[in-house]
Protein backbone atom coordinates (compact mmCIF):
# COMPACT_ATOMS: atom_id res chain seq x y z
CA UNK A 1 0.00 0.00 0.00
CA UNK A 2 1.36 3.00 -0.78
CA UNK A 3 0.31 6.43 1.14
CA UNK A 4 0.85 10.17 1.92
CA UNK A 5 1.51 11.35 5.24
CA UNK A 6 2.70 14.30 6.66
CA UNK A 7 6.38 15.06 8.09
CA UNK A 8 6.81 14.71 11.72
CA UNK A 9 9.02 17.29 12.18
CA UNK A 10 7.67 19.47 8.91
CA UNK A 11 3.89 18.98 8.85
CA UNK A 12 3.86 21.62 5.73
CA UNK A 13 5.11 18.84 3.58
CA UNK A 14 3.71 15.22 2.54
CA UNK A 15 6.23 12.31 1.89
CA UNK A 16 5.54 8.86 -0.02
CA UNK A 17 5.14 5.54 2.32
CA UNK A 18 5.15 1.99 1.63
CA UNK A 19 3.54 -0.54 4.57
CA UNK A 20 3.03 -4.06 3.40
CA UNK A 21 0.85 -7.54 4.60
CA UNK A 22 0.50 -10.92 3.95
CA UNK A 23 -3.54 -10.44 3.04
CA UNK A 24 -4.72 -7.65 1.13
CA UNK A 25 -7.29 -7.20 4.13
CA UNK A 26 -3.87 -6.05 6.55
CA UNK A 27 -3.15 -5.33 8.85
CA UNK A 28 -0.42 -2.74 6.98
CA UNK A 29 2.80 -2.32 9.25
CA UNK A 30 4.85 0.66 7.48
CA UNK A 31 8.29 0.47 6.62
CA UNK A 32 10.74 2.48 8.78
CA UNK A 33 11.97 5.00 6.02
CA UNK A 34 9.92 6.87 3.07
CA UNK A 35 9.49 5.37 -0.44
CA UNK A 36 10.11 9.00 -1.63
CA UNK A 37 10.74 12.20 0.45
CA UNK A 38 12.29 14.92 -1.97
CA UNK A 39 11.97 17.27 1.15
CA UNK A 40 14.07 19.81 -0.94
CA UNK A 41 11.70 20.20 -3.80
CA UNK A 42 8.45 20.31 -1.30
CA UNK A 43 8.08 16.47 -0.78
CA UNK A 44 6.12 13.79 -2.68
CA UNK A 45 2.29 12.31 -3.00
CA UNK A 46 -0.47 10.94 -5.24
CA UNK A 47 1.55 7.56 -5.46
CA UNK A 48 0.25 4.81 -7.86
CA UNK A 49 1.80 1.31 -8.74
CA UNK A 50 1.84 0.19 -12.27
CA UNK A 51 2.51 -3.71 -13.66
CA UNK A 52 4.25 -3.84 -17.39
CA UNK A 53 3.13 -6.18 -19.69
CA UNK A 54 6.79 -7.79 -19.41
CA UNK A 55 6.03 -7.44 -15.53
CA UNK A 56 8.20 -5.01 -14.47
CA UNK A 57 6.44 -3.08 -11.73
CA UNK A 58 7.10 0.91 -11.65
CA UNK A 59 5.84 3.69 -9.15
CA UNK A 60 4.44 6.99 -10.41
CA UNK A 61 4.33 9.96 -7.88
CA UNK A 62 4.25 13.56 -7.86
CA UNK A 63 7.01 15.92 -6.30
CA UNK A 64 4.81 18.55 -4.25
CA UNK A 65 6.92 21.67 -5.52
CA UNK A 66 3.61 23.72 -5.24
CA UNK A 67 3.78 22.83 -1.11
CA UNK A 68 7.12 25.35 -1.45
CA UNK A 69 5.30 28.15 -3.98
CA UNK A 70 4.82 31.53 -3.53
CA UNK A 71 1.46 31.99 -2.63
CA UNK A 72 -1.65 31.99 -5.00
CA UNK A 73 -3.76 29.01 -6.48
CA UNK A 74 -2.74 26.02 -4.34
CA UNK A 75 0.42 28.07 -3.38
CA UNK A 76 1.99 28.12 -6.86
CA UNK A 77 0.47 30.71 -9.41
CA UNK A 78 2.58 34.09 -7.99
CA UNK A 79 6.00 33.48 -10.03
CA UNK A 80 8.38 32.14 -9.77
CA UNK A 81 6.47 29.11 -10.51
CA UNK A 82 7.76 25.78 -8.46
CA UNK A 83 8.10 22.65 -10.47
CA UNK A 84 5.32 19.80 -9.50
CA UNK A 85 6.92 16.93 -11.84
CA UNK A 86 5.39 13.44 -12.39
CA UNK A 87 8.33 10.79 -11.27
CA UNK A 88 8.78 7.39 -12.53
CA UNK A 89 10.18 4.76 -10.06
CA UNK A 90 10.71 0.84 -11.05
CA UNK A 91 10.67 -1.28 -8.29
CA UNK A 92 11.53 -4.98 -7.75
CA UNK A 93 8.83 -7.89 -7.76
CA UNK A 94 7.64 -7.03 -3.91
CA UNK A 95 6.54 -3.55 -5.10
CA UNK A 96 8.73 -1.93 -2.90
CA UNK A 97 12.52 -2.27 -3.34
CA UNK A 98 13.99 0.43 -5.53
CA UNK A 99 16.10 -0.08 -8.62
CA UNK A 100 17.62 2.71 -9.85
CA UNK A 101 16.65 6.18 -9.50
CA UNK A 102 13.30 8.31 -10.53
CA UNK A 103 12.91 9.47 -13.47
CA UNK A 104 10.81 12.56 -14.30
CA UNK A 105 8.39 11.83 -17.14
CA UNK A 106 5.84 14.98 -17.27
CA UNK A 107 5.93 18.39 -15.20
CA UNK A 108 3.13 21.46 -15.44
CA UNK A 109 3.26 24.42 -18.16
CA UNK A 110 1.73 27.06 -18.51
CA UNK A 111 -1.59 25.85 -19.44
CA UNK A 112 -1.85 23.44 -16.48
CA UNK A 113 -1.87 26.26 -13.60
CA UNK A 114 -0.04 26.09 -10.76
CA UNK A 115 0.31 21.87 -10.94
CA UNK A 116 -0.55 18.92 -12.72
CA UNK A 117 -0.76 16.09 -9.92
CA UNK A 118 -2.76 12.09 -9.04
CA UNK A 119 -0.85 10.29 -11.98
CA UNK A 120 -2.09 7.33 -13.00
CA UNK A 121 -0.71 4.56 -16.06
CA UNK A 122 -2.04 2.60 -18.53
CA UNK A 123 -0.51 0.70 -21.18
CA UNK A 124 -2.97 -0.19 -24.63
CA UNK A 125 -2.89 -3.14 -26.82
CA UNK A 126 -1.60 -1.42 -29.58
CA UNK A 127 1.57 -0.59 -27.38
CA UNK A 128 0.78 3.30 -26.19
CA UNK A 129 1.42 4.29 -22.40
CA UNK A 130 -1.31 6.90 -21.29
CA UNK A 131 -0.23 9.04 -18.29
CA UNK A 132 -3.14 10.21 -16.57
CA UNK A 133 -3.08 13.35 -14.39
CA UNK A 134 -5.09 16.04 -12.82
CA UNK A 135 -3.78 19.83 -13.74
CA UNK A 136 -5.04 23.43 -12.08
CA UNK A 137 -5.85 23.27 -8.45
CA UNK A 138 -8.14 20.94 -6.97
CA UNK A 139 -10.35 23.22 -5.05
CA UNK A 140 -11.81 25.41 -8.03
CA UNK A 141 -13.03 24.49 -11.49
CA UNK A 142 -10.42 24.49 -13.70
CA UNK A 143 -9.46 21.37 -11.99
CA UNK A 144 -9.27 18.13 -14.67
CA UNK A 145 -7.90 14.84 -15.63
CA UNK A 146 -6.16 14.84 -18.61
CA UNK A 147 -3.62 12.78 -19.99
CA UNK A 148 -0.50 12.20 -22.30
CA UNK A 149 1.03 9.59 -24.57
CA UNK A 150 4.51 7.79 -25.61
CA UNK A 151 5.77 4.28 -26.85
CA UNK A 152 8.10 4.35 -24.23
CA UNK A 153 6.95 4.06 -20.63
CA UNK A 154 9.84 6.80 -19.91
CA UNK A 155 8.36 8.91 -22.52
CA UNK A 156 8.63 11.42 -23.93
CA UNK A 157 5.15 12.28 -23.00
CA UNK A 158 3.45 14.11 -25.87
CA UNK A 159 0.09 15.54 -23.47
CA UNK A 160 -3.20 15.74 -25.77
CA UNK A 161 -5.12 18.53 -26.96
CA UNK A 162 -7.98 18.18 -24.61
CA UNK A 163 -8.37 17.12 -21.17
CA UNK A 164 -10.56 14.00 -21.01
CA UNK A 165 -13.04 15.58 -18.64
CA UNK A 166 -13.28 18.97 -17.89
CA UNK A 167 -15.82 21.21 -15.73
CA UNK A 168 -19.17 20.94 -17.32
CA UNK A 169 -18.69 17.71 -19.42
CA UNK A 170 -21.60 16.18 -17.44
CA UNK A 171 -24.52 17.68 -16.40
CA UNK A 172 -23.41 17.32 -12.40
CA UNK A 173 -19.77 17.60 -13.14
CA UNK A 174 -17.24 20.20 -11.40
CA UNK A 175 -13.73 19.88 -11.24
CA UNK A 176 -13.05 15.95 -11.90
CA UNK A 177 -9.73 14.66 -11.05
CA UNK A 178 -8.01 12.12 -9.07
CA UNK A 179 -8.89 9.51 -12.24
CA UNK A 180 -7.73 5.78 -11.90
CA UNK A 181 -8.42 3.27 -14.70
CA UNK A 182 -9.10 -0.23 -14.40
CA UNK A 183 -6.47 -3.15 -15.13
CA UNK A 184 -8.37 -3.96 -18.28
CA UNK A 185 -8.51 -0.25 -19.53
CA UNK A 186 -12.11 -0.59 -19.71
CA UNK A 187 -13.64 1.62 -17.35
CA UNK A 188 -12.16 4.89 -14.95
CA UNK A 189 -13.01 6.27 -12.05
CA UNK A 190 -12.74 9.93 -10.49
CA UNK A 191 -13.87 12.44 -7.91
CA UNK A 192 -15.76 15.75 -8.52
CA UNK A 193 -16.99 18.35 -6.55
CA UNK A 194 -20.65 18.07 -5.42
CA UNK A 195 -21.40 21.62 -5.32
CA UNK A 196 -20.40 25.27 -6.80
CA UNK A 197 -17.61 25.69 -4.06
CA UNK A 198 -14.35 26.89 -4.99
CA UNK A 199 -11.08 28.83 -3.35
CA UNK A 200 -9.69 27.14 -0.08
CA UNK A 201 -12.31 25.88 1.84
CA UNK A 202 -12.16 23.46 5.32
CA UNK A 203 -13.65 20.72 3.17
CA UNK A 204 -14.82 20.62 -0.37
CA UNK A 205 -17.43 18.28 -0.87
CA UNK A 206 -17.17 15.33 -3.30
CA UNK A 207 -18.44 12.53 -5.06
CA UNK A 208 -17.05 9.58 -7.02
CA UNK A 209 -17.80 9.13 -10.61
CA UNK A 210 -17.25 6.53 -12.97
CA UNK A 211 -17.04 6.28 -17.52
CA UNK A 212 -16.15 3.41 -19.64
CA UNK A 213 -13.36 3.98 -22.05
CA UNK A 214 -12.28 3.63 -25.64
CA UNK A 215 -8.91 3.77 -26.80
CA UNK A 216 -7.74 4.46 -30.18
CA UNK A 217 -4.24 5.03 -30.79
CA UNK A 218 -3.07 8.04 -28.55
CA UNK A 219 -6.61 9.30 -27.91
CA UNK A 220 -9.20 7.95 -25.44
CA UNK A 221 -12.79 8.94 -24.92
CA UNK A 222 -15.00 9.07 -22.36
CA UNK A 223 -18.79 7.64 -22.26
Known sequence: MYYADEITDNPAHHCVG???SQTILGPYKPQDTPFA???????????DGFQDVDGTRY????????????????MN????????????????????TL????TEVLNRDYFDGPLIEAPSLHRTDEGIYFLFFSSNCFSGPL?????????????????????LFITG???????????????????????GHLDDSTGYVGYT?????????????????AQ
Do not use: W
Open 37 to 47: CPIDQGGAIDA
Open 77 to 96: SVPPIVPTPIMLQEVAEDGV
Open 205 to 221: PRGMYTAQLTFNGRTVT
Open 169 to 191: DGPDMRGPGGSDIVKDGSRVVLH
Open 18 to 20: VAT
Open 99 to 102: IGEP
Open 143 to 163: YDTSYATATSIYGPYTKAERP
Open 59 to 74: VVYKVDGNSIGHGGEC
